[in-house]
């Protein structure tokens, strides 16, 4: 097993960000993206190998993390199931309780965590009871003003560790990038899902050209869990383009709308589909 203090060492050495770039760099270079899958999309989160023994069947390069990366024994049956079968991490991903006396020194470890994964992508998420958003579909401002200092004080780890924190949630461009403006650092940027946005009442093409810049990784996801077919984004073709207009160069991360039945299927049949638009073209 791979013994987590010395990939540590070795990984900051070089950086989780030289690690991404050399990816993605080997990938675009063919005109391609990586592909990956949010692990709880599979309904295999907590079983690992079976998580990762489908990923590689069905061909995806890498995974996105749920498991608790502060957790070094999470860490490291993690790093042992990427050597295994070669697959790479995408991001983590994990909750911000961002009012609690210990919440900024909990997502300083998960940072660690991170890195150690080899990724330099950390997804915070904002639903539920976390919502930033207001039922008007607006940001909540009195929220953003305990959130944002937080961050603040979060950032300054986060570049010396090169771990990208992204804020994933239900807010329009104008208020994702309040945010990330507020915190002012380009190791804060968004986490972006095609699917939430349009449930919120905007546009994802609209919504994705106007935050040029302020996107570090996305969701493919969408009503119904087909792609291909979909009500959700309701022009599929057009937030593609969108995509590819903001010059984005990072994972393409498969997120189901809920459970799906069959797990194969789901990531095989979307892989195909999106291995035959204009992102591998």
């Known amino acids: 097993m791979t013994n987590r203090?010395?990939?540590i060492k070795s990984t900051a050495k070089i950086g989780a960000g030289f690690y991404l770039a050399s990816l993605l760099s080997a990938f675009k270079g063919k005109g391609n993206y990586p592909i990956g899958v949010f692990d709880i999309s599979t309904g295999l989160q907590k079983?690992?190998?079976e998580l990762f023994d489908l990923c590689k069947k069905v061909g995806l390069d890498g995974?996105?993390?749920t498991g608790n990366v502060r957790d070094s024994r999470v860490v490291d049956e993690y790093l042992s199931h990427m050597k295994r079968t070669g697959l790479k991490a995408a991001a983590s991903c994990l909750a911000f309780?961002?009012?609690s006396p210990d919440g900024v020194a909990n997502l300083c470890k998960s940072i660690d965590g991170t890195l150690a994964l080899g990724t330099d992508t950390m997804l915070i998420a904002f639903f539920g009871d976390r919502t930033l958003k207001m039922e008007n579909r607006y940001l909540d401002k009195d929220k953003a003003k305990l959130?944002?200092?937080?961050?603040k004080e979060v950032v300054p780890y986060a570049k010396e560790k090169n771990v990208c924190i992204c804020m994933e949630g239900e807010l329009c461009a104008d208020d994702?990038?309040?945010i990330v403006d507020a915190v002012g650092s380009e190791f804060f940027k968004i986490y972006y899902d095609i699917k939430n946005i349009e449930a919120c009442g905007f546009s994802a093409p609209a919504d994705?050209?106007?935050l040029k810049g302020y996107i570090k990784q996305l969701h493919l996801k969408c009503a119904?869990?087909?792609l291909y077919d979909t009500p959700m984004p309701k022009n599929m073709d057009e937030t593609i383009q969108a995509i590819l207009d903001i010059d984005y160069d990072n994972w393409l991360v498969f997120e189901s709308d809920g459970k799906v039945p069959n797990a194969e299927e789901y990531l095989a049949k979307n892989l195909e589909y999106v291995r035959n638009t204009k992102f591998f073209k």
């Open 47 to 49: 079983n690992i190998p």
């Open 147 to 151: 959130l944002i200092p937080a961050l």
């Open 224 to 226: 119904g869990d087909k």
């Open 208 to 210: 994705i050209r106007a």
């Open 176 to 178: 994702n990038k309040y």
């Open 63 to 65: 995974i996105q993390f």
């Open 97 to 99: 309780d961002y009012e």
């Open 5 to 7: 203090r010395n990939f």
